[in-house]
């Protein structure tokens, strides 16, 4: 089983009737699953709502990906925006949820075992890593005077020719700034 595969990863399924009432939910093998914080459901793909573009390749950061994991009021708008697109990014991700999950301990708002059920939904989420150009990444991350994980999901929206989904203004920014697209959340 390939575990970055979409078809794998599906989070949370949703049926509606016609008069839009929820049928039945389910997630993987049957469970439904909890924010970690909250404890509320976790709604990642709807059956009815609007695709900006089908099949489209989103290149998506890791402030967008841990407002959704943690139930952050921009969740379902990105839920919106990523519904039956592929979401992208490099490599490096895995380790930057991490991290802030470690900035979290710092300030006391997650526990270990909160951080431990927010990977499990991370690891759920249809991501596929894309290789960078790490000598493209560098030079941008020198021009744009910025971190070179910033760089790397910039160099992979320019290398794939698709959006950038960020809720970090100022790699927002940095992106428009060497027109790339991005999507408003």
């Known amino acids: 089983?390939?575990?970055?595969?979409?078809?794998?990863?599906?989070?949370?399924?949703?049926?509606?009737?016609?008069e839009n009432k929820l049928l039945k939910q389910t997630g993987p093998e049957?469970?439904?699953?909890?924010?970690?914080?909250?404890?509320?459901?976790?709604?990642?793909?709807?059956?009815?709502?609007?695709?900006?573009?089908?099949d489209m390749d989103i290149v998506i950061d890791t402030s967008a990906l841990i407002a959704v994991i943690v139930g952050e009021p921009e969740r379902?708008?990105?839920?919106?925006?990523?519904?039956?697109n592929t979401l992208i990014g490099p490599g490096s991700i895995p380790w930057e949820i991490g991290n802030a999950f470690s900035a979290m301990f710092k300030q006391?708002?997650?526990?270990?075992?909160?951080?431990r059920k927010g990977?499990?939904?991370?690891?759920?989420?249809?991501?596929?890593y894309v290789e960078i150009d790490i000598p493209n990444a560098l030079r941008l991350s020198k021009e744009i005077k910025m971190y070179a994980y910033d760089a790397y999901l910039l160099d992979c929206a320019k290398r794939y020719k698709s959006p950038l989904l960020t809720l970090?203004?100022?790699?927002?920014?940095?992106?428009?700034?060497?027109?790339?697209?991005?999507?408003?959340?």
């Open 1 to 18: 089983m390939d575990p970055v595969h979409p078809k794998n990863n599906l989070i949370t399924m949703f049926e509606y009737s016609s």
């Open 30 to 54: 049957g469970n439904q699953i909890r924010n970690l914080l909250t404890n509320s459901t976790i709604v990642v793909q709807l059956s009815k709502i609007q695709i900006l573009e089908p």
């Open 76 to 84: 379902s708008k990105i839920i919106t925006i990523t519904a039956g």
């Open 168 to 185: 970090d203004g100022k790699l927002k920014s940095a992106a428009q700034s060497i027109n790339i697209e991005t999507l408003e959340v």
């Open 119 to 128: 990977l499990n939904i991370f690891q759920s989420i249809p991501l596929r």
């Open 108 to 115: 006391d708002r997650i526990t270990l075992d909160d951080a």
